[in-house]
């Protein structure tokens, strides 16, 4: 942390961050990982599809002549929101059992299994429109069973679960609009959550408030790369305005636990942290 007097320094001094290939990066932490991903504990509820998808179950087999693999849903996999994650033990693709599925990320071997990404196509998934959902009117409501969501349907949607309708799953889905952040469809490491690439200062709940994303990390071509999760209850930020804090032209904010300021205010732009008093003050610019 650093000293209290600093914090103005700080905030307006840019980070010379240095640039990395995230996919990459994210590709070998998928391939090496064996826990299971966290994504849902930002109140995404888009885990990895089993409902009809399930077809090519551990129970299953795929493929031909000397070629043949057991494939199943495997939540350890960090795809993304938009795909369901399936290892496989021989060389073949889920797809070969169920060719309703459109595989199109595969991991290198991991353990003795090949891992895919794949998105629910036409009568893979399990999800439907439902006018019995209750959303906004920028929503459409869908239902699903076991944990197909309609975002894995090859489509740029991200869907904020909404209850039950008729013992189903419910979801409040929206096309996310491509404006400063753009939806990556097939970008991995995100595990359950959705995967965005940004722009300048830009967020992914700039344009859909429901998301609640982890911190950004530097990607390709001067942009970030965030893992986002969609929760109809957003938490409350515990970052309150802070005036007698020596911020001189920034404004003050002290935050308990691991809250930040930009939390709820995306465009802040706020410097490194000190701890004061037990909470972590910060001195932020609009």
């Not at 033990?89 to 090949?114: D, I, N, R, S, Y």
């Not at 970052?239 to 404004?251: E, G, N, S, V």
């Not at 930009?262 to 972590?280: F, R």
Request: aromatic share 6%.
């Amino acid at each position: 942390m650093a000293d209290l007097h600093d914090l103005n320094e700080s905030a307006t001094r840019a980070s010379n961050l240095a640039k990395f290939a995230l996919l990459g990066v994210w590709l070998l932490a998928a391939c090496s990982s064996s826990a299971p991903s966290d994504g849902a504990s930002a109140g995404s509820s888009n885990s990895a599809g089993t409902g009809a998808a399930s077809g090519a179950g551990s129970g299953g087999s795929a493929g031909s002549g000397g070629n043949s693999s057991a494939c199943f849903v495997d939540p350890s996999l960090a795809c993304n929101g938009n795909t369901v994650p399936y290892s496989c033990t021989g060389t073949a693709g889920p797809e070969v059992a169920q060719p309703a599925l459109q595989c199109v990320v595969q991991f290198l071997p991991a353990g003795g299994k090949q891992g895919h990404c794949c998105w629910l196509g036409a009568g893979a998934g399990s999800c439907q429109t439902d006018p019995g959902v209750a959303c906004d009117a920028s929503h459409t409501g869908y239902s699903c069973t076991g944990a197909d969501t309609p975002a894995q349907s090859n489509t740029a949607l991200v869907c904020i679960p909404e209850g039950s309708s008729n013992g189903k799953n419910g979801y409040c889905c929206s096309a996310y609009a491509p404006s400063e952040c753009s939806l990556q469809l097939t970008l991995t490491g995100c595990g359950s959550k959705y995967a965005f690439y940004c722009k300048g200062k830009a967020k992914p709940p700039d344009t859909e408030p429901a998301l609640v994303c982890d911190p950004g990390q530097p990607a390709l071509n001067d942009q970030t790369a965030y893992c986002c999760g969609a929760s109809s209850s957003p938490p409350a930020s515990t970052c309150m305005r802070d005036d007698t804090l020596p911020c001189d032209m920034a404004t003050g904010y002290s935050c308990t636990g691991s809250d930040t300021p930009s939390d709820a205010n995306h465009q802040l732009n706020c410097g490194t942290p000190a701890m004061n008093g037990g909470k972590t003050s910060y001195c932020c610019l609009e």
